[in-house]
């Protein structure tokens, strides 16, 4: 049974629902994700989709729309039918860096946010032969060298791209910036040796690492992450670089509250289930549910921030 079965599947186990929450989808559903195909994001999303496509009673379709950080996707998002049939797959920083940093295709308040699935702490990696071997060692050597170790990102204000910002205001560093649309295509252009350095989400990293193909100078979590408890912090190693990304999923503003609260519950539902915590657990996914409110919330919290943020250090290519 392929991995696209087994998900459908397991999907069929779900509870159908309730008088609760009566609305239900009419026709297929469209799920935008804002980044290329093979990355976290896309895989969550995909895995995702198999559960709430049994619950809502319509197939759930993703469509990758990459490109500029998630503008495009996200841009595509913000101007669908706030009907439920176009969600989307909103990641952080990148969904509230993007309109502060320029004139972008949405603003923040272009989405209703209906629930969060996922944060993911920043990782950093080098290849498994590399010299690098601490990020010690990685900032002596971008001060003898500075401007030319070449680090990869998903984009311009993402999470990656922010933290290595902040690693470098703390350090007096600098590094070569090579925006990508995709941690897939990081990942890809650090094992053929195109980059020094691949700044992707640890859950991203960890399959190339258990296959002996890269190797983690640090995760840029709090504390250490349960999916790879031998990774020390960068606080553990003197730098006090604390990032991560929250994905959930969104759909355009104006979105009816009874048709946010149902699309919310197939959320939950799904996330809830033994057999989609399982594939998420096999792919590494850390977990991280938030209801409407709650996930607005912590939005807001995390767009005061970056706003401050980017009156105090504006950041560029």
């Known amino acids: 049974m392929t991995t696209r079965r087994a998900l ?12 609760a929450a009566e609305w239900q989808p009419d026709r297929p ?36 729309r990459a490109g500029a950080g998630g503008e495009i996707g996200w841009g595509e998002l913000a101007r669908a039918k706030p009907d439920g ?11 509230i860096t993007v309109p502060i940093e320029r004139q972008a295709r949405f603003r923040f308040e272009d989405f209703a946010f209906i629930a969060n699935i996922v ?5 950093m990696w080098v290849l498994a032969g590399s010299p690098i071997a601490s990020l010690s060692a990685l900032v002596e050597e971008a001060r003898r060298r500075p401007g030319e170790i070449s680090y990869g990102t998903t984009g311009v204000g993402s999470d990656d791209h922010l933290a290595m910002l902040a690693l470098q205001r703390l350090t007096g560093t600098r590094f070569l910036h090579v925006p990508f649309g995709g941690s897939s295509q990081v990942r890809t252009a650090l094992l053929s040796r195109q980059l020094a350095l691949a700044v992707v989400n640890m ?5 190339d690492w258990r296959q002996g193909l890269v190797r983690p100078l640090g995760a840029m979590a709090p504390s250490r992450w349960e999916g790879a408890a031998a990774v020390p912090t960068f606080r553990e190693q003197g730098f006090d670089v604390v990032e991560s990304s929250l994905r959930g999923v969104g759909a355009p503003a104006g ?3 009874p048709v946010l609260d149902r699309l919310a519950l197939s ?18 996914l850390p977990l991280r549910y938030l209801g409407p409110d709650e996930y607005v919330a912590e939005l807001m919290a995390l767009k005061a921030g970056y706003e401050r943020l980017w009156r105090e250090h504006p950041w560029r290519e």
């Open 119 to 123: 944060d993911d702490p920043g990782g």
């Open 29 to 64: 559903v469209t799920m935008i994700v804002a980044f290329a195909a093979g990355g976290g994001t896309d895989t969550a999303a995909r895995t995702l989709a198999g559960f709430m496509e049994r619950d809502l009673g319509q197939s759930v379709v993703v469509v990758n």
């Open 85 to 95: 049939h176009t969600i989307g797959f909103t990641n952080t920083p990148n969904i």
């Open 203 to 207: 859950a991203e990293g960890v399959a």
């Open 8 to 19: 459908l599947a397991a999907a069929a186990a779900l509870p159908r629902p309730s008088g």
């Open 255 to 257: 979105l009816p509250r």
């Open 267 to 284: 959320v939950k539902r799904a996330v809830e289930h033994p057999e989609f915590r399982a594939a998420a657990a096999q792919q590494l």
